[in-house]
């Protein structure tokens, strides 16, 4: 009986390696593919009340939820032109949710831009994104225009380059996708918001986290040194507004904070607790720095991308059905919007300022290392082969004591 216990168990464990290690080494089949049946699964979620329910765990659940759903839906409608009306019919289906009272709920109405600089950023790179997918109407672009002056006209008076999120709060990062969404702007409709964007940059140059270089995590009401969740972000974006420092800053991020198993909260070397925006942190790393970190390396075009996006495969036990596809089987719908939009991350602007597919940066980043599979494979067939091992000298243990 024990040694039918231990065959199964051994198949079992060989089945998992094997599978584990498809994750790691086969090339990818069709990404763009598993991103829409995530996007099936979000958005029966969502239709379920997700998005109320993530409201209860996270200060932006709502919103982020239904944001990183039409993002999402703008990047696989951009990269695949025959879903580009059904990506349309889904981001404005977001974009009425974020817009409603349950979206607007928690910040403030009073604040410039009108619900502080996170809400408004956001959803201004959302409609941006709807203009990209090239089904708008002339009503969509005059929003676009009306949203994206309050936006500039906001940081033009404004005596600091990051505004307020919250009443007397204000994080850099939201002021990156805020600035990022003008620059869209710029890109899709007509050349008008540069000046603020490049004096954006020359200001925050000046508000460096000076252990780092980096942009700070947070400026009020306290200044806070450089973070794993908000820099992985900040990547993601920076790039759009201005490649050069992008790719300078994304380099430091790379140094201090890229490990060879996920992305630290705190740059090496120090240590602190996890938080609502880091989520707990298993020996120093961030599931949700590591996670965005992979949409970051996309639109830098670095090979990272690949390995975080194998690891993920490998711990977040996905299950794809003929429809759906979900991970830590749906438990954190939120989690779920996260990966879809970071694995189709493509960069919205960079490729017309000179940062896009073929550019100088991507060459410099194609020497990735192929030996971070070692680890993750020794892990997976470790306990396979200690089991057929432990059963094969209890085989040859009974034959010796049949010989005697």
Known sequence: MLRKLMIGVAVIATLVAGVGTARLVLPWTDPARGVVKQLAFLRAELEGGADLAAQKQFPEGYFFLNVLYGLSWVQVGIDDPARSADATAQVRWALDRIESTDGTAPFDESLQPQYGVFYAGWTNWLRGGLIALGHSDAADRDTFTSESVEIATAFRTAKTPFLAAYPGQAWPVDSVVAIASLRLYDALVVPRFGQIARNWVTTAKTKLDPATGLLPHQVVPQVSGARGSSQAMIQRFLIDIDPAFARTQYEIFKDKFVTGLGVREYPKGSTGQGDV??????????LSATVVTVGAARVHHDPLADRLAREGELVGMPFSGLKTKRYLFGAVPIGDAFLAWSTSARPMVAADQ???QGSRDQVEFDGESGWWRLPWLVLLWLPALILWG???????????KRGH
């Open 354 to 356: 000179g940062g896009g």
């Open 277 to 286: 925006d880091s989520g707990p942190l298993v020996f120093g790393r961030s």
């Open 390 to 400: 432990a059963l094969r000298l209890r085989h040859r243990g009974r034959r010796r």
